[in-house]
Structure formats: structure tokens, C-alpha cells
């Protein structure tokens, strides 16, 4: 079974930083790609960073309205991926939900529960 | 970015009623393209993917259906367990989700 565990959320003032981490199993994490997608309250979906596997280099992407504060990376060893935000702003509350694509999609077939952000004085 | 635009922003409808909900990209996607269900307080959970393929484990009374830049998905005959949020994304390129649509029972 296919799991994907978010942590490190919290609160955060303005102006701080913040890692989220992402742990899974059931599926070798090796093949995969790894995306953050975030969902503002009573919000929409915005897909944020990708990080490709191996076999691609391990290539980032990132969103243009969060280029420059994040940062997605990935440890293979421990089947997990990271999300390094810097410079939050109100606007970055968040659930931040960790999520799997493949190397021949770039749809989300599975899901973390999220994890919450939430940047505030 | 390619732009989604999904229609309705909500949506009420009695239980074994059918249902769609459409997607229209900015630009032409080519069948990239996917479909969530989101229920409160939980995560999204895919449905469809490639347009009209149907993820492992989703009921086939939801179908999807389109090309170029008109999507649409559909339920058929509405259950309680179907209340929900749906939101389109496209992957042609860099991922962009619609804005969702709630469906509520009527």
C-alpha cells in the first residue's frame, strides 16, 4: 500500500523559514517523481515544486510564484523528499501536501494528508 | 501557464441524478488531464487521468470525456458518498488546477 506521511508544519512568523519533510513506502520511491501542492484555506490546488528521480537528474521545478523561496530535494536512501520555504508571507498558509507523479505523468496519483503551515505574527 | 477554468463553482443535485462538471483550458492540452475529488477534510484523491482513464479503484459511474480545450467529467447516478469537491488539472504543462466545483446534495 502506497503511503505518504507529511511533517513539519507549523507555525511560522513572517519573514522565517520553514522544512517539510515527506516519508513513504509501499512503492520504490526510486521510479517516481515527488511534487508539493498546496491548498490555502477554503482555497484551491497549487502545485508548487517537483523533484525528478535519478534517471533524470534529479531535476527541480518550481512554481514562478514561489521561485526563489523554495527549495524541493530528495533522499532516496530514506524514500523521502523535502520542501525548504523561506521568506513566508501570510499569503503561504497553507495545507502543503506531499504527492507522487511518474516520468510519463505529471498528474498526482497519490496523496499525502497535508501537513499545515500557517505564517502569522 | 495555462489557465483552468471550471464550471460550475458549485453544484446541488438529488441522489441518483447525473452530473457534470466541465473544464475549459486557455489553450489546447491534448488529453492532459486530470480529475480529483476532494471531501472535507481530507486530501485529494484521483479520479480520472489522461481525460477519460479511470484511476484504480474509482467507480465506474464516474466518466470523463473531451479534447483540445473543452473537459468534462461526469457522475452517474448520484450517491451520498459523492459529496465532495472536483477540481480539473492539466499536465500538458507546468501543472495548473481549476478553481474546483462543491457538489452538495440537493
Known amino acids: 500500500e502506497v503511503q505518504i506521511l507529511e511533517t513539519g508544519g507549523g507555525l511560522v512568523k513572517p519573514g522565517g523559514s520553514l522544512r517539510l519533510s515527506c516519508a513513504t513506502s509501499g512503492f520504490n520511491f526510486n521510479d517516481y517523481f515527488m511534487n508539493w501542492v498546496r491548498q490555502a484555506p477554503g482555497k484551491g490546488l497549487e502545485w508548487v515544486a517537483q523533484i525528478r528521480n535519478k534517471n533524470y537528474n534529479y531535476a527541480t521545478y518550481y512554481a514562478e510564484s514561489l521561485e526563489g523561496r523554495v527549495t524541493i530535494s530528495r533522499d532516496d536512501s530514506k524514500s523521502s523528499v523535502y520542501l525548504q520555504v523561506s521568506s513566508l508571507r501570510a499569503e503561504d498558509t497553507a495545507i502543503y501536501y506531499c504527492?507522487?507523479?511518474?516520468?510519463?505523468?505529471?498528474?498526482?496519483?497519490?496523496w499525502g494528508q497535508g501537513v499545515m503551515v500557517t505564517v502569522s505574527s | 501557464d495555462i489557465q483552468m477554468t471550471q464550471s460550475p463553482a458549485s453544484l446541488s443535485a438529488s441522489l441518483g441524478e447525473t452530473v457534470t462538471i466541465e473544464c475549459r483550458a486557455s489553450e489546447d492540452i491534448y488529453n492532459g488531464l486530470a480529475w480529483y475529488q476532494q471531501k472535507p477534510g481530507k486530501s485529494p484523491q484521483l479520479l480520472i487521468y489522461n481525460a477519460n482513464s479511470l484511476h484504480t479503484g474509482v467507480p465506474s459511474r464516474f466518466s470523463g470525456s473531451g479534447s483540445g480545450t473543452q473537459y468534462s467529467l461526469k457522475i452517474n447516478s448520484l450517491q451520498s458518498e459523492d459529496v465532495a469537491s472536483y477540481f480539473c488539472?492539466?499536465?500538458?504543462?507546468?501543472?495548473?488546477f481549476g478553481g474546483g466545483t462543491k457538489l452538495e446534495l440537493k
Open positions: 488539472q492539466q499536465y500538458y504543462d507546468y501543472p495548473t
Open positions: 504527492t507522487r507523479s511518474g516520468s510519463s505523468y505529471i498528474y498526482f496519483d497519490y
